[in-house]
Each structure stands twice: as structure tokens, then as C-alpha cells.
């Protein structure tokens, strides 16, 4: 059975930081693109954060800077350290796994984590 679980959002004032987890248990997590997404109220849900198999990592213009992704495969967790927060950062973050073997595409989500940040 797929889980992927976030932890770690709450309330903050603008200028701090929160650290999001996201654990993932019944995936093949050593091939899996890991990746955090947000969803503001009234908008579309957008990627904020990438880290491949290898390590690479890609990052939104809008958190370049402030954010940073990081994966543990022995743990199958992936985190986003977010920094120098700003009340638009304000959403609810979706961890997501994503990998394909052979001709079959796997796309997991979390339920998501409120971060709110206020002036």
C-alpha cells in the first residue's frame, strides 16, 4: 500500500522558516523523482521544488534562494528547507513521487500541508 505523508507546515511570521517532510512507504523511492508542489486559495497548484534520482535539483523563480529540496534514500524521505518565508509562500504543499517502469507511469500525492505566513 502507496503513502506519502507530509509534515512540518504551520503558521510562521514573514522572515522565518519551517522545515516540510514527506515520508513515502509502498514506492520504488530510489527511482522516483521527488517533488514538492503548492496550492494557493483561488490558484493553480504549481511546482516549487524537483530533486531527480540523481540529485539534481530545480527550483520555481519565485523560492530560488530561499528554498532548498533535499531527498535521504534510506530514510525515503525528501524535505524542503524554507527560508526568508513570505506571506505569499502561504498555500498548502503536496509532496509527490514520480517514476516510470517499463511502460507504466506512477504518480503518488500526499494529502498536503497548510503553511501560513503572516505579516
Known amino acids: 500500500q502507496v503513502q506519502v505523508q507530509e509534515s512540518g507546515g504551520g503558521l510562521v511570521q514573514a522572515g522565518g522558516s519551517l522545515r516540510l517532510s514527506c515520508a513515502a512507504s509502498?514506492?520504488?523511492?530510489?527511482?522516483?523523482?521527488m517533488n514538492w508542489y503548492r496550492q494557493a486559495p483561488g490558484k493553480q497548484r504549481e511546482l516549487v521544488a524537483k530533486v531527480t534520482t540523481a540529485g539534481s535539483t530545480n527550483y520555481a523563480d519565485s523560492v530560488k534562494g530561499r528554498f532548498t529540496i533535499s531527498r535521504d534514500n534510506a530514510k525515503n524521505s525528501v524535505y524542503l528547507q524554507m527560508n526568508s518565508l513570505k506571506p505569499e509562500d502561504t498555500a498548502v504543499y503536496y509532496c509527490?513521487?514520480?517514476?516510470?517502469?517499463?511502460?507504466?507511469?506512477?504518480?503518488?500525492w500526499g494529502q498536503g500541508t497548510q503553511v501560513t505566513v503572516s505579516l
Open positions: 509527490n513521487a514520480y517514476y516510470r517502469l517499463f511502460t507504466k507511469t506512477y504518480d503518488y
Open positions: 509502498g514506492v520504488i523511492f530510489s527511482i522516483a523523482s
